[in-house]
């Protein structure tokens, strides 16, 4: 199958690439996909300029943050194929054929796994372990596994992209991405790519920090998607506290001690856990009625 390099948007958001931005442009060129459009976030070096003279469209976004340049630049495209990637040139514009072929065979998006046995020496270990357990997190509390939800390497149609609601600002925009093909049961190809060591310029990734707001994003979004999770944790929290407080009351009974208030308190946390246990029980029939909804609405689309 060809692949129709012409009817392809490259998007590369882009901080301070200057070393790596115009040989990752060239190469892409070299390979027929002439369409590239980079969405700096107000470098402070030259990568605008370099984009420009390597024949890219280049827009300045207006807020902060990888997820805001992705959000701006989906308004600008025009052309039913989008893939995205960083500007690092850690990840092979080779690859991206296979990424727009799945889209081709029926899938909505293709995601570039990263976490591949070829690729491991280029994650130091606490990346590759971190990596692992936020997708072994997305798939408990989102029921669905994608291997590497981190990803900076992807391709998407251009409807499946503007049926997301998306709102984050910086690193979790690949979660909430990830979370909203969960959301609208998107067919998701998973393609092994080639992943390389940054090199030029240093990385805007702070593996704690940022490791810590991804998993507390890939927490916040289960609610869209598995609001059992979600609730449960909640409700599970006010349960454990409740009876661990209800366990300590009735030993110091048994030490002829009362302790009125905090028998006041353990009942009502225990009351307010299983409120919040079965609010999320609720919210999971309600949410699993509406996608039974929107599949036959689906299937009403296809059969016109």
Known sequence: MEVPRDQVCVLIPTLN???????????FHALGYSDIL????????????????SGAKVIVQKGKGKGAAFIQAIEQISKPYVLLIDGDNTYDPIDADKLVLSLLSGHDQALGNRLIPSNYHS??????????????????????????ILTGYRAFTLESLQRMRLYEEGFGIETEVS??????????????????IRVGSDTKLDPLHDGIKI?????????????????GIIGMTFL???????????IEWLKNIDHLPLTILSVTLIIV????????????????????????????????
Do not use: C
């Open 17 to 27: 690439e200057e070393p790596t931005i115009g040989p990752l442009i060239d190469r």
């Open 38 to 53: 980079v969405v700096d976030g107000n470098s402070i070096d030259r990568t605008r300029e370099i984009a420009l003279k």
């Open 123 to 148: 994650f130091n270990r606490l990346n590759l372990f971190g990596n692992r357990i936020l997708n072994w997190l997305f798939k408990v509390s989102h029921g669905r596994y994608l291997y590497d």
């Open 179 to 196: 979370s909203e093909s969960v959301r609208h049961d998107n067919k998701v190809a998973i393609v092994p790519v080639t992943y390389g």
């Open 215 to 231: 998993g507390r994003t890939i927490y916040r979004l289960a609610k869209l998607n598995n609001p059992m999770f979600y609730f």
């Open 240 to 250: 454990l506290s409740g009876g661990i407080i209800g366990i300590y009351i009735v």
């Open 273 to 304: 856990g299983i409120q919040i246990v079965m609010f999320g029980i609720q919210a999971d029939i309600q949410l699993a009625n509406q996608r039974e909804f929107l599949h036959e609405i689906q299937k009403l689309r296809k059969d016109k």
